[in-house]
């Protein structure tokens, strides 16, 4: 399977743990972005690379959550002392970068972290 | 900032129905338009696109129609299968700044269900 991939699918934490989530994108796009999606709305934007380089973090996106793409090829994202408000689906998605125009962006399964 | 806002769900109809949701956006520029569509525990999958005014995207019997004036991008189908319940999310994409970021935003999704 050459589509993006997330690990874990599902993560149940206690309030004030740190978790980490994984993504690897599709091999050759050089494009990766980080959402988050809680129930019954649509993906909002977190944060953006291209290629090893963060180049946007959402104000979602508080100091409690770092992100990296070390080399240019998977990503990280943590969150330090969750908090119930976290509780939401993390999607993770790559595109290509081509000159030009809007490319598709291709979406993992995204990882359900659940805060108790 | 850029907005998308869909119609409501659930939607529901018989199969064979025609079937319409609204989309109208926001944005400054020119953005690229989007509908993806979200299957019973499956992650984001594009289903059609439209890069410029009047252009028309269409996959799989939907359709939808960039429309500049109206600033709409209605997802329309002749004729609806049980297989198509899911849940549809309009988007849009736009150039921001030097980094090329180009982040989705999406709308809040509505829900089809299609009866036998």
């Known amino acids: 399977d050459t589509g993006v991939s997330q690990d874990p699918r599902h993560k149940i934490t206690k309030r004030g743990q740190n978790v980490t989530f994984r993504c690897d994108p599709i091999?050759?796009?050089?494009?990766l972005y980080w959402y988050r999606q809680t129930l019954g709305q649509g993906p909002e934007f977190l944060t953006y690379?291209?290629?090893?380089?963060?180049?946007?973090k959402s104000r979602l996106l508080s100091d409690r959550f770092s992100a990296e793409r070390p080399k240019g090829s998977f990503s990280t994202l943590e969150i330090q002392r969750t908090e119930q408000g976290d509780s939401a689906m993390y999607l993770c998605?790559?595109?290509?970068?081509?000159?030009?125009?809007?490319?598709?962006?291709?979406f993992g399964q995204g990882t359900r972290l659940t805060v108790v | 900032g850029d907005s998308v806002t869909q119609m409501e769900g659930p939607v529901t109809l018989s199969e064979e129905a025609f079937l319409t949701i609204n989309c109208t956006y926001t944005a400054t520029g020119y953005p690229s338009l989007f509908w993806y569509v979200q299957y019973p525990g499956e992650g984001l999958q594009l289903l059609l696109k439209a890069t410029k005014a009047d252009d028309k995207g269409s996959n799989k019997g939907f359709e939808a129609t960039y429309r500049k004036e109206t600033t709409s991008f209605h997802l329309e189908k002749g004729s609806v299968q049980v297989s198509d319940s899911a849940v549809y999310f309009c988007?849009?994409?736009?150039?921001?700044?030097?980094?090329?970021?180009?982040?989705?935003?999406f709308g809040s999704g509505t829900r089809l269900q299609v009866q036998p």
């Open positions: 988007a849009l994409s736009a150039a921001k700044g030097d980094t090329g970021r180009r982040a989705l935003t």
């Open positions: 998605a790559s595109s290509p970068s081509r000159s030009g125009g809007h490319t598709e962006a291709f």
């Open positions: 091999s050759e796009h050089n494009r």
């Open positions: 690379f291209q290629n090893e380089a963060q180049l946007e």
